[in-house]
């Protein structure tokens, strides 16, 4: 039985390290599993697991590039006394720390997210990443795994070999999904007296729910009903509560006190268990600048809750098209399988505000179309079932010996 050795910086609640989690379960059935973290004194509490853990950190070192050198080190020592036969790496810093180690395995990188679009990086930033450190670092591992077809495409645009990269996608187990779907929450009054719209993730500028706010206010103005439920912490939160305020909306905050019905925004923190919010909700809503292969889309398709999504540059147009057939930009939004995705975002928020309208419309105000995506959803998401997509790391790993 091969050892596999997981590597990556931390693992707070958040969607990269929920996929980072769920494959040292899975994979833990085929083979001996240890976990490397970069820091390990931030685990969630809900990430249970019983591998071999290891730190790469020494906190002494204060100097990046001492840290960087101990941590190459460091590895490599895991490496060598553990037999590790495979290193997999998730994001961006481990991913480079594992091309950049002499560690004497196989090495393979997971990229999670656009190398093109990031707002949180500088134009430079971005320009040494993408156009140089991604290129060399990456083209020195055996292989290079990203989470959707479109970001496979980019990094072979960006300079990594053809050969060396292949997509394969996150998996969902969705009996667990709508088994913990079934729980009721103390929103249900609300979503038996009105459509809600519900987000899940990072409060964040990436995510950007602040357009989410935005729409809502729009969606008033113009005579609808919808209401907005966002789930997740972050440090934006404050200032997207500021903003809904400014913006007239009533806003309720999960913070122990009785819900109140009448709010138009709910803000229902960190929830470890978000299914039973999704499973209720009529639409599920991604506004995000920048994704790889949001889970969460996942997550909405497996309680056959349609979509209407931006169409962000990697992720949301292969998960709401049937058989990933649909590649063409939309000019507004265009209706998909699983439901309605939108065109990137322009320089005039007002008519971004009124697309988005329409999408939305297109699917609530249509009952023969909104029926057709939420039937279609369960379908799409068992192309990602856990079987299928653990088959095809199988393989990736057996061909690598």
């Known amino acids: 039985m091969k050892n596999i050795l997981f590597l990556t910086t931390e693992m707070r609640l958040g969607g990269a390290e929920k996929v980072f989690y769920e494959h040292i379960m899975a994979f ?22 019983e591998n071999r853990l290891f730190q790469l950190d020494d906190k ?29 790496s998730h994001m961006e810093g481990p991913n480079f720390l594992n091309s950049f180690s002499k560690a004497p395995c196989k090495k393979i990188v997971v990229s999670h997210g656009s190398i093109k679009v990031n707002p949180q990086k500088t134009f430079w930033d971005k320009i040494i990443t ?94 609808r009903t919808e209401k907005l439920v966002l789930v997740g912490d972050g440090d934006l939160k404050p200032e997207l509560i500021a903003l809904a305020n400014a913006l007239a909306l009533r806003v309720f905050v999960n913070d122990g006190s009785p819900i109140d019905q009448t709010a138009d925004v709910f803000f229902m923190g960190a929830q470890p268990n978000p299914y039973p919010l999704i499973i209720r ?60 995705l939108v065109r990137y975002f322009s320089d005039d928020e007002n008519k971004d505000l009124s697309v988005w309208k329409e999408a939305i ?18 379908i799409k998401a068992e192309q990602y079932n856990l079987p299928t997509i653990m088959q095809q790391w199988r393989q990736l790993i057996e061909s690598l010996s």
């Open 28 to 49: 833990s059935k085929h083979y001996n599993v240890y976990v490397c973290l970069f820091d390990t004194s931030h685990i969630y509490e809900g990430f249970r697991f």
């Open 60 to 88: 002494s070192f204060i100097n990046p590039a001492k840290r960087w050198l101990y941590r190459a080190k460091r590895l490599k020592q895991i490496v060598q006394e553990n037999d590790i036969d495979v290193c997999i």
């Open 130 to 223: 993408q156009n140089l450190l991604i290129p060399y670092l990456y083209n020195r591992t055996d292989k290079v795994v990203t989470v959707s077809r479109d970001l496979a495409q980019e990094h072979i645009d960006s300079g990594v070999l053809k050969d060396k990269v292949i997509c394969i996608q996150n998996f969902f187990e969705i009996e667990k999904i709508l088994q913990k779907a079934a729980s009721p929450t103390v929103l249900d009054p609300v979503f038996e007296q009105a459509n809600t719209l519900i987000n899940v993730g990072r409060l964040a500028n990436q995510k950007n729910q602040k357009f989410l706010l935005k729409l809502i206010r729009f969606l008033r103005d113009n005579g």
């Open 281 to 340: 909700s009529k639409l599920f809503v991604l506004s995000s600048f920048n994704e790889g292969f949001p889970l969460v889309l996942g997550e909405s398709l497996s309680c056959s809750v349609p979509i209407v999504s931006i169409d962000c540059p990697t992720g949301p147009r292969e998960l709401l098209a049937a058989n990933d057939a649909y590649s063409n930009t939309p000019h507004t939004f265009v209706p998909l399988a699983c439901g309605n």
């Open 361 to 378: 419309e297109a699917l609530l105000d249509d009952d023969e179309r909104y029926l057709e995506a939420k039937k279609y959803c369960p």
